[in-house]
């Protein structure tokens, strides 16, 4: 028997879904085969346009083409909400949390004029191209990404001047890459850099009426705008977050390919995914795939401790943005000729990952269709696996692991501690400061340092072992008001339905989909301020607002459907 969902929005047909299944890739040999979704037909003469671009794509300055003197390639990077290459590279290997922009970044070709990568910090963070110092209205409002988007249209124009004045462009590739906040402003960048841009009969586009351009890729990971002017428009959610800079999401037709990989398991209240569907349709130069994992699970920047889950199924979204882009014409080295460092943020042959990550595909129900419902699919699996995490609480292998790191930190910070106390203190009076040699001051910061990141690692754990067992605990009370809800006769959402399903499921879970959720799958909400694990995030598909927990107006109750006999 199924009933008809309230929240569904009416004339939605996907006619080509864009919602693939994502690849495992369980192979380590094989490379993905899903290459051509997502592209526009282009005419006669972008397709010579193409062919120009393509002409400088070899890793090799010897083996390009002459041609490839004559193409200007310009990709742009802009990282995540909290992301920074740059911070996160001064840190050790094993605490380092980069995003999979940064990581793409990494990959890039350099060493030539005419081809040229530009890395752009993301929003909260310090952006010194830009002037900005970071902080909290960057983190909650999206404040300095209008500064971002505009300093890569500055260094594109800025890199045509500098081409030497006897070289002929005769076509300008752009690409760009994007994450969260920084997704948002990748299609902001698109849809101002498009502005200046005007159609050519044969089908071309020029730039400023004068340089041959084509935007011929556009790679984006869980795109969230949340953008207001102030803090008390962002209270009340004013204009849904799509105000300023973050108005005009839609990925214009001058694009020829776009590929945008989406968070199945997020769930914060102030991240709302802008998918690249069009209402109810998808436009030919899009392809969207949900991947397994929360907003970081995808676009990647957890650390790998975090939770007491392993950073590393990023890798996957990570590898597939790779192949797709290589493929759609992006200059990128290939990875054998990556250092070491950077080869080993793409590596996903561990046996394990590979093994957890195709049984969790395996166990989702549905993989491709209508986006709302493979929202639902990946929901439900989420759902069975929270009510796992109810009955084991902190026998979880996961708490087990945080509560292990938080006694090794406890002990480290004792030990720092007890070593600082040993030294002298160059600031507790003039004299002190004066009678020390620079090499006892050094000392002292050092250990002051080394005391302050432990301290502050310390109190990261204790607020994710909180945080977690908190949200359990208010998860379990949303479904007990949700079962008084269906016992009432009161009408269920798509959402609310498939949670209660998930949760009267007896079935147990198999036990590699377990260690998926526990041991790589994290909870982005377990300390974030609003939202709770009963509460789907919204889907904006361009001006049409998808809120699953809610009835619309005017919905008509749900209608049986008789089974056929």
């Known amino acids: 028997m199924t009933a008809q969902d309230p929240t569904a929005i009416p004339g939605q047909v996907d006619l080509e879904p864009g919602s693939p299944e994502p690849v495992a ?49 310009f990709t742009v990077f802009f990282d995540g909400t909290g992301n920074n290459r740059d911070a996160e590279l001064a840190k050790g290997e094993s605490e380092r949390a980069l995003s999979n922009i940064a990581r793409l970044y990494s990959a890039r070709i350099d060493g030539r004029p005419n081809v040229v990568s530009t890395y752009i910090a ?46 002929r462009i005769v076509i300008l590739n752009v690409a760009v890459f994007g994450f969260s906040r920084g997704a948002a402003q990748a299609r902001g960048f698109v849809r101002d850099l498009v502005a200046l841009c005007k159609r050519q009969p044969d089908g071309t586009w020029l730039y400023r009426d004068r340089t041959p351009i084509r935007i011929g890729f556009v790679g984006l990971y869980d795109t969230v705008v949340s953008v207001w002017p102030s803090l008390v428009h962002a209270a009340v959610n004013a204009g849904n977050g799509h105000n300023g800079w973050g108005e005009g ?65 990023a890798r996957f979204a990570l590898n597939e943005m790779y192949d797709i882009a290589l493929a759609g014409g992006v200059l990128l080295n290939p990875l054998t000729r990556l250092p070491s460092p950077v080869r080993a943020e793409f590596d996903k042959t561990d046996p394990e990952l590979q093994a957890v990550y195709n049984a969790y595909l395996q166990a989702v129900r549905i993989k491709r269709g209508r986006m709302e419902d493979v929202q639902a699919a990946h929901m439900e699996l989420l759902h069975r696996w929270l009510k796992v995490r109810v009955a084991r609480g902190d026998k979880l292998p996961s708490m087990q692991r945080l509560a292990q790191r938080q006694q090794q930190l406890e002990e480290e910070v004792k030990t720092l ?78 959402a609310e339905r498939t949670m209660l399903d998930a949760w009267d499921n007896k079935t147990l879970l198999p036990e590699a989909v377990e260690t998926f959720f526990d041991g790589y799958g994290h909870d982005s909400i377990s300390h974030w301020f609003i939202g709770n694990l009963a509460q789907w995030r919204v889907l904006y598909f361009g001006d049409t607002k998808y809120k699953p927990g809610e009835v619309v107006e005017g919905a008509t109750a749900p209608q049986e459907q008789t089974e056929p006999a």
């Not at 120009?52 to 010897?62: F, G, T, V, Y």
């Not at 999206?142 to 124009?157: F, H």
Request: glycine share 10%; hydrophobic share 30%; proline share 5%.
């Open 122 to 167: 993301g929003v909260g963070t310090p952006c010194p191209e830009v002037g900005d110092t970071g902080g909290m209205l960057g983190l909650a409002i999206g404040k300095g990404g209008r500064e971002r988007i505009d300093y890569a249209l500055e260094e594109l124009d800025m890199k045509i001047q500098q081409q030497p004045a006897s070289m």
């Open 417 to 494: 501690r007890r070593e600082k106390m040993r030294l002298r203190d160059p600031y507790g009076n003039d004299y002190a400061a004066s009678s020390m040699t620079s090499e006892e001051i050094a000392e002292w910061n050092r250990a002051s340092d080394a005391l302050s990141a432990r301290s502050d690692a310390l109190g990261e754990v204790k607020k994710q072992r909180k945080g977690l067992a908190s949200e359990t605990d208010t998860l379990v009370g949303k479904m007990v008001a949700l079962r008084r809800k269906r016992e009432r006769g009161k009408t269920l959402t798509l």
């Open 249 to 313: 999401m839609r990925i214009p037709p001058m694009v020829v390919q776009s590929v945008h990989m989406t968070a199945a398991h997020e769930l914060r209240g102030q991240f709302p995914l802008d998918s690249t569907r069009d209402d109810a349709r998808y436009p030919d130069n899009t392809q969207e795939i949900w991947y397994p994992g929360v907003h970081s699970d995808v676009g990647g920047g957890y650390d790998p401790q975090h939770q007491g889950r392993q950073n590393s199924i």
């Open 25 to 73: 890739d369980a192979d380590p040999t094989a490379r993905t085969a899903r290459l051509a979704r997502g592209t526009r037909p282009m005419t006669d003469a972008e397709r010579q346009q193409r062919q120009a671009a393509q002409s400088c794509s070899l890793p090799d300055k010897e083996e390009a083409t002459t041609g490839c003197s004559q193409a200007l390639h």
